[in-house]
């Protein structure tokens, strides 16, 4: 395409548009006046005068063909021939009495609309210097200027024209300039809503509409300004939802965009106008309360809330259980500013999902201590990874019936090169919510395998190892992977394995959970249900999902033989488990009396320090070697 040499005058927008279609009517409209004054001349036999005008007019037309492409040169000529045309007719006729005089102002006029600053200062200065120059002339006689008298029809009629031509002029830049006006006006007001759109896209979650964190945060400040001035208390509430993340992969994102909709309607519901819920993230709310005289006044509000997310959702035709994890900070006792009383909150909310999610938990000041130990134990234990500090015990598991040695439970052990053994109860957490529990729950897997194997070659016979699995692990995809390479990698049959998980785990992940573990069942590994009776206990779920045993929580087992309530607890399990199919295996062992009141209700399985805590590698080998050998 070639390139322009020369770019358009008018710059193609609506303004210059419109200063163009302006400039056609006002050379129409001259054009219109100098004929009419053309013909009164003519009529009236003021040849001269009445060719001078038709000159003008006739330039003047020639204007009108340039003005779309040369607009500045239109503007030029259009100047120029009324400039000098004027001069002329002015000099010619009655020099400075002459009517045209009064044509001068709407010649400015004209330059002033369409020309440039520097035209119309030029043209000024050319109109100025032609009266003084017209005058002179006159003084030195050599322009005769004389008025006319007597005064004829023909003086009214030019004056009056040319201020009907002046006065139009000043009415199409008075409509301009309204038009100008009215049009940024407009675009002021399309100023101001996007800015007020822009405002709430930047405050508010698009899903929800609830306030963001942005806005929550203003929120809070205001809220304790308030409290500050009034007195009073701040709750924040944050919120996590436990299972989002299940009903998502399980139902689809509609599903959980619906439901996280209804969360915020019930959440809305639940506190006054003056509160704040904000949705901050995926599946987090916030609860900002105000102007509370008590702590019981925050229960009440946690008792509320949790109450009605209990209450089931309906998510396309099917109902949804939410159940959700509550950190509370409250100032003044927490922090005064936003920034420390959401981390606090934050805290807290954590310490909820540890302790077995759908709770709430209170800040308190320990937490801010333990954060700092966790990101040591953290950074420790990245390093500990692959090194020698990582190691597996085992604990024996034994067949009741016959007291034969038929497994072992793989305990990750950790011995710190300062802090010396750290106790995976310690540890765990830290690994999850730093994510390195999948990295090391990987290598438990493959070790214990290993381990298992070594076990079948040396001539221990076919014992199978327990391993436990984090709620975590299961979480993420990538556990069957794990699985399978560990197997694999170490030759041991599927059978050998059992993975050990918690109970809360089953509620948590229903449908995810009973996906990975069917297949994983099929696989043939075996599946344990570690800890049982501490969590929920939903019968259905157990029903529902491939497992092959339950481990009755060791706090029961322990208690069972000085507390009859646990005893009978122990028998109920037992029996329930008998009633599902499933084995049972005792956990915290401790005692002959009890092992017999175990064997007694038909208790499959056992294990405890009543044989053997969790050993060493080479120590639990040799246990298994003295305890075969006696039997
Ligand atoms: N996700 C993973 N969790 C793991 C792993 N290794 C351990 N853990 C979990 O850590 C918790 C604490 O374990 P630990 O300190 O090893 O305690 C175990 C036993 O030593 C103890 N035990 C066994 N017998 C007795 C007994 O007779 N009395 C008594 N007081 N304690 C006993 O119980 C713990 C075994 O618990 P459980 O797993 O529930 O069977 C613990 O929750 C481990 O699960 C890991 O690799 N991954």
């Avoid at 007719?89 to 010649?107: R, T």
């Avoid at 076919?462 to 699995?469: D, M, S």
């Avoid at 322990?558 to 646990?566: E, K």
């Avoid at 607890?569 to 008998?578: F, K, T």
């Amino acid at each position: 395409m070639p390139i322009p040499t020369r770019l358009p005058d008018a710059p193609p927008d609506p303004l210059a548009n419109r200063q163009r279609r302006r400039l056609c009517q006002v050379l129409w409209l001259l054009v219109g006046a100098f004929t009419l004054v053309v013909g009164i001349n003519l009529a009236s036999g003021a040849a001269r005068t009445a060719e001078l005008e038709g000159l003008i007019a006739s330039l003047l037309l020639v204007a009108l063909p340039i003005v779309r492409r040369h607009f500045r040169g239109a503007v030029a000529l259009t100047a120029a021939s009324l400039l000098l045309g004027l001069i002329v007719l002015i000099a010619h006729n009655q020099g400075l009495y002459d009517e045209a005089v009064l044509a001068f102002p709407a010649l400015l006029l004209f330059a002033g609309m369409f020309g440039s600053r520097r035209m119309f200062l030029g043209l000024m200065a050319i109109v100025l210097a032609a009266i003084v120059a017209l005058f002179f002339l006159h003084q030195g006689g050599l322009v005769v200027s004389q008025p006319l008298v007597p005064m004829d029809w023909r003086r009214p009629f030019v004056i009056g024209l040319i201020l009907a031509i002046t006065g139009l002029f000043v009415w199409l830049i008075v409509g301009d300039l309204n038009a100008t006006v009215r049009q940024l006006e407009e675009d002021k007001e399309a100023l101001e809503q996007s800015h007020a759109q822009i405002e709430i896209l930047a405050q508010r979650d698009s899903l929800t509409n609830l306030p963001n964190r942005a806005l929550a945060k203003d929120r809070l400040t205001y809220l304790l300004q308030q409290a500050r001035r009034n007195g009073g208390m701040v709750a924040v509430m944050f919120l996590d939802l436990d299972n989002f993340k299940t009903i998502n992969d399980s139902l689809g994102h509609s599903a959980g965009d619906a439901l996280l909709c209804q969360v915020a309607d019930t959440l809305r519901g639940c506190v006054r106008e003056s509160d704040t819920v904000a949705r901050v993230s995926g599946d987090e709310f916030l609860v900002l309360l105000g102007e509370l005289q008590d702590e019981d006044a925050i229960v009440a509000a946690v008792a509320k809330l949790t109450h009605l997310l209990g209450q089931a959702f309906v998510v396309e035709d099917v109902d949804v259980l939410v159940t959700a994890s509550l950190g509370i900070a409250v100032s003044p006792r927490d922090g005064d500013d936003p920034d420390t009383l959401l981390k606090h909150a934050d805290m807290a909310m954590y310490r909820a999902k540890d302790a077995g999610r759908n709770t709430f938990r209170f800040f308190d000041p320990s937490m801010n201590e333990s954060v700092v130990e966790q990101l040591h134990l953290a950074a420790g234990l990245r390093s500990a990874l692959g090194s020698e500090q990582l190691m597996l015990h085992y604990q024996p598991q034994l067949e009741l019936a016959s007291g034969r040695i038929v497994g072992a439970e793989a305990l990750l052990r950790w011995r710190h090169p300062e802090l010396g053994w750290i106790s995976p109860a310690r540890f765990i957490p830290v690994a999850e919510r730093s994510g390195l529990i999948h990295e090391l729950g990987a290598w438990v897997l493959r070790q214990a395998c290993m381990d298992a194997q070594s076990w079948r070659e040396l001539g221990l016979g076919e014992l199978g190892v327990a391993v436990n699995v984090s709620a975590v692990q299961f979480r993420r995809d990538g556990l069957e992977r794990h699985v399978a390479r560990a197997l694999a990698s170490s030759g041991l049959p599927a059978q050998a394995l059992e993975l050990e998980l918690t109970e809360s785990l089953l509620m948590a992940d229903a449908s995810h959970l009973g996906n990975v573990l069917q297949r994983l069942s099929t696989s043939g590994v075996q599946i344990a249900i570690d800890d049982f009776g501490t969590g929920y206990s939903n019968l259905g779920y157990l029903r529902n999902f491939a497992v092959d045993r339950l481990k009755v929580d060791q706090s029961f087992v322990r208690r069972m033989t000085s507390n009859p309530h646990d005893e009978g607890l122990v028998r109920a399990i037992i029996e329930m488990g008998h009633c599902l199919g499933l084995q049972v295996v005792a956990e915290g062992v401790e005692d002959a009396q009890t092992l017999a009141r175990l064997a007694d209700f038909g208790c499959e399985r056992g294990q405890g320090f009543h044989w053997s805590p969790a050993l060493p590698p080479q120590d639990f080998i040799a246990f298994v070697q003295a305890h075969q050998a006696r039997a």
